[in-house]
């Protein structure tokens, strides 16, 4: 029950009932003001490895969520990303964004009771209003070329199969995983992400003031929860609200971290093992 505990947290709902045997009430904020601080990390957001200039080594492991906007809401623009990307959002609330969240894996803390690493995101890319087929070339460049991530969720949901599917040609079926979102899914995607943040193991970037930060940090605290038949959980932010891109690319982000596996450490040849 301890390693239960410190693995989900007292406030996960499946402590909550398996093991306090509580009743859930119908469900509301899916975070609390605790779990809210919790998030909050001190790295600092970066735009890519330390392995990307010349003769400095990265052995950091990286890991994304990506979730993609919807082909019916497109629309062109031209210009950077970020601000733009919020104005346009601003100009037309309905509008759905692609969000990728990059996060950094530590391993340095588990234990045989925690084994799970601690979770740093240190990277957002926002895109609002960019067709599919433009996104494909700058996804790739990002998760394979610049943070060589080892390990990719993006979301395959109806108009996602494709993008899907072309990155996990582009990168590999060993590292990128399509995510379809179904009650059964979504219920394990909100379970992972409560869990990796009520242990304090999930972590964003320190609060730069940009608008991928103010966003993300908006959408987290209108998240919204509801309980389902069956010990499943929907997670969402109330469409009269807003939107949940970046909450569903962190929790993508979380399931990454989950399904990946450390490599062992490999042993000199002709060398006994000590």
């Known amino acids: ?137 700058e996804l790739v460049a990002l998760l394979r070329d610049v943070w060589r991530c080892r390990r990719v969720l993006v979301d395959a949901t109806g108009v996602g199969a494709g993008i899907a599917s072309f990155l996990v040609r582009s990168l590999g079926p060993t590292v990128v995983q399509p995510f379809v979102f179904t009650t059964q899914s979504k219920s394990r995607l909100s379970f992972g992400l409560l869990a990796a943040v009520n242990a304090g193991r999930l972590k964003l970037y320190a609060a730069d003031g940009s608008p991928e930060y103010r966003e993300c940090r908006w959408e987290l605290e209108r998240a919204r929860s509801a309980f389902r038949a069956n010990q499943t959980m929907n997670f969402f932010v109330d ?12 929790a993508l982000a979380v399931e990454a971290a989950a399904g990946y596996v450390p490599r062992a450490p490999r042993l000199a040849r002709g060398r006994p093992m000590e």
């Open 1 to 137: 029950v301890v390693g239960v505990r410190a693995r989900l947290g007292v406030d996960h709902p499946l402590f909550q009932t398996q093991y306090a045997l509580l009743p859930l009430m119908g469900g509301g904020g899916l975070l609390h003001r605790r779990q809210l601080a919790l998030l909050e990390g001190t790295h600092p957001r970066l735009q890519a490895p330390a392995s990307i200039l010349p003769g400095v080594r990265d052995d950091a492991v990286y890991v994304a969520g990506v979730d993609l906007a919807g082909e019916a809401e497109e629309g062109l623009r031209e210009g950077p990303a970020g601000l733009e990307d919020a104005l346009l959002r601003g100009r037309k609330p309905r509008q759905d964004s692609t969000v990728v969240t990059i996060a950094r894996l530590d391993f340095s803390g588990a234990s045989a009771a925690l084994p799970e690493p601690r979770i740093e995101v240190v990277e957002h890319l926002w895109r609002t209003g960019v067709p599919h087929h433009q996104l494909l070339g």
């Open 239 to 250: 469409p009269a609200e807003g939107h949940d891109d970046f909450l569903m690319s962190l």
